[in-house]
């Protein structure tokens, strides 16, 4: 397919480099060039691409392309061996006839892949047969000893499904405060829900689907969950997965939760106290078997570097995932490719571009590393292996910054931090954004948990100082409805949709704007004896404090 430059990529290219600002090395910073974003989107998720599914004949596509970018930009290889890559290692587990159903008083109510449910696992064997195995409601599944909690109580779930609601008791009752109010903590993750269910010694999860507190429709669950699954390879997987995890629909689970004799909207509301303890629902048991392929795959993050003059032992990364879900069914359109061009191949091709810059300015006297990351649409898989096997100690890992589904629909007012407060990088990043005449929005919905969503997470859990953000707020140029309209539309029919193709028409200037922080707040770390410090309170600086003699 041709590139179309449209009138508002070339007006947005144009502004910016008429608007160039002061680099932090005393220069003009890098403009960057709307038209060389675009095309990097459109070539990235083309149908030819297969929507960049891990381990995949897409992949290699992905990598040439990447390391071709990356060293015309003036990077050097940073992988393993001399190479653009690091291997990741993954179990592939792909569920396959799978025959599901209730039984309730001698009545069966049978399931549907994708429609009532979505199963899935993520624990090697031939095949999951689960025979009449009660359901015990636990809330929200959650066991918080340091915050005096636990949902499970004395009630033994060994063999057991568990019923967990999505997110944390405060996002319906923030005022509780028991989790931070309205902000999701790692305790409202569905990773968590299946984790703490394996410790637990349950045969399985069913989390009820609920799109405000998910912060995504059914379609998204479907989409990400009905295919073949992804996990790192682990020594003994039986005490850390469960052999069944998976979604209801709401409407499924209010009628079981009925036919228990019991009332799910009444059985929500005690599970915000303390107090809760687990309700069995009586008289009602799942039934289902499925096959289990289970194969080892390798996949691998794409990683450049370009060494600092006088500091190269010490690193400044930059983060994104290159990955998205691939090919799936066929959508109401007959379409089955997920393209990914929102996400995140607007996340890839930032990184190419500030690649770019920092490649054709004054060589930084830290090291600036690039990492393309695998396997995030599989649960963070590409950056937890890196982050537990690092490339470039963490220890001396300076800081870094995360890109994930940049703005494509114009200039905003605000540049919103995801997990604001957690470290000094907020305050290096609002400088830069009030000199563009912007405001900081702190963590623009905290409720959907998007701190514990992108690559930056297994880092910062680690110890690494990370920030991640982006455009958010009000439109700054008409037409401002049409512009609303379509972010809203992206996020309510093409995120983790066939339909999340490039377009011509996008307007890219907000996203340069972002880009343009991200430069300079990098820039000037590389270029100072800073090391940025976690807050106080922060749960990620005891981890920090730890290795605090490796850093000068």
Known sequence: MRLIASAAVLAAGALLTACATTGAGGGAAPSFDAARLSEHVRVLSDDSFEGRGIATPAEEKVIRYLSEQYAAAGFQPGGENGGWTQAVTLNRFTAS???????????TIPVTQ????VISTRLPGRQV???DTPLVFVGYGIDAPERQWNDFKDVDVRGKIIVVLVNDADFEQPELNTFGGRAMTYYGRWTYKYEEAARKGAAGVIIVHETAPASYGWATVNNSWSGA??????????AERVPMESWIQRDLAVDLFRRAGQDFDALKVAARSRDFRPVELAGVTFNGTFDVATNQVTTHNVIARLPGTTHPDETILYTGHWDHIGMGEPDAD???IFNGAVDNATGTAGLIE????????????????????TAEESGLLGSEYYAANPIYPLETTVGGFNIDSMNVYGRVTRYGITGFGQSDLDERIGALVEAQGRTIQPDANPASGGYFRSDHFPLAKRGVPMTYGGSTGDF???????????????????????????SPDWDLSGQIEDLQVLYEAGSALANSRDWPQWKSGSEFGPARAASAAQRR
């Open 97 to 107: 006839n799978i025959r599901a159903g209730f039984s309730v008083g001698g009545e």
């Open 114 to 117: 994708g429609q009532q449910m």
């Open 129 to 131: 047969r689960l025979t």
């Open 229 to 238: 699954q992804f996990d790192i390879v682990r020594q003994n997987a039986a």
């Open 334 to 336: 007959g379409d089955r």
């Open 354 to 373: 500030l690649a770019r810059a920092f490649g054709a300015g004054p060589r930084p006297q830290r090291s600036i590393v690039m990492v393309s990351f």
């Open 476 to 502: 700054r140029d008409e037409p401002i409805a049409a512009r609303e309209a379509n972010r809203s539309e992206y996020g309510r029919s093409r995120y983790h949709q066939a339909a999340d193709e490039w």
